[in-house]
């Protein structure tokens, strides 16, 4: 953990610029994820989402968690169960259109919050695209153009809680997997860990830092700068000491935009096949937990056929 990329996104602006470029360069190639210290993104609002988040989650969700886990008699269980995720969440869309005002059960003060949070990370995650591309050597604007598709990125929050859990040992909070899009923006519980990641055959916990923002690579970073920067296998450990919060935030390529290496970054025949980012993912819902690889192959396939 003393070694987990954490990179202060300020000294992208002073004369730090190039050692933190160098920071994240080497965090896309090495690991997939980042943490972001002075992101831009204020406490006050961070505290916010978490506070609401928190309690949508004691007032709508706990129940009925609890009664969905004892309908199924996992109190039960002798063997692991390989099938299925210990955790409690819902989805927010923001683009291309929004469906926050649709989600019920949310107070107002809550829809402000994650609007307003939204916004701030669209930003930031288009700011990074930005480093990304710098460091790849793509011209400005490659990565966003790329996702660009004919109405814009898809960019939708993954809000999940993981729950106390009697028999950790049991079951996953959520399997291993990659993600299938583009860059991955977290926020995280600083006080419950159970986020970890793969790197070079170990799992590593992605440390729980206060008004943090981790930040991880997609599938489609992968095929895009043609292996140079990886998507990384990351799972969530059920925890017994305590109720663990995720904000999960994906900036994600449009339903129809092609994506392939990009050809500035070939020496040679690309390493990915080219294909529509909605193919993928019709692909991805069905073998998400399983290893991205033969992803590639299938879609690979697809094409020539």
Known sequence: MENFPVINLANLNGEEKKATLEQIEDACKNWGFFELVNHGISQELLDR????????????????????????????????????????????????????????DLTQDYR????????????????????????????KGYLKKAFYGSRGPNFGTKVANYPACPKPEMVKG?????????????????????????????????????????????DQIEVISNGKYKSVEHR??????GTRMSVASFYNPGSDALIYPAPPLLERDPLYPTF??????????????????????????LNSS
Not at 70 to 95: N, Y
Not at 127 to 135: A, D, I, R
Request: charged share 35%.
């Open 236 to 241: 969530v450990n059920a925890r017994s000491d």
């Open 174 to 218: 959520l399997r291993a997997h990659t993600d299938a899009g583009g860059i991955i923006l977290l926020l995280q519980d600083d006080k419950v860990s159970g986020l970890q990641l793969l790197k070079d055959d170990q799992w590593v916990d992605v440390p729980p830092m206060r008004h943090s923002i981790v930040v991880n690579l997609g």
């Open 49 to 104: 989402v978490e506070r609401l988040t928190k309690e949508h989650y004691r007032k709508c969700m706990e129940k009925r968690f609890n009664e969905a886990v004892r309908s199924k008699g996992l109190e039960c269980v002798q063997d692991e169960l390989k099938d299925m995720d210990w955790e409690s969440t819902f989805f927010l869309r923001h683009l291309p259109t929004s469906n926050i005002s649709e989600i019920p």
């Open 276 to 301: 529509v980012f909605e193919d993928y993912m019709k692909l991805y819902a069905t073998v998400k937990f399983q290893p991205k690889e033969p992803r590639f192959q299938a879609i690979k396939a």
């Open 112 to 139: 402000d919050a994650m609007k307003e949070f939204a916004e701030k990370l669209e930003k930031l995650a288009e700011e990074l695209l930005e480093v990304l591309c710098e460091n790849l050597g793509l011209e």
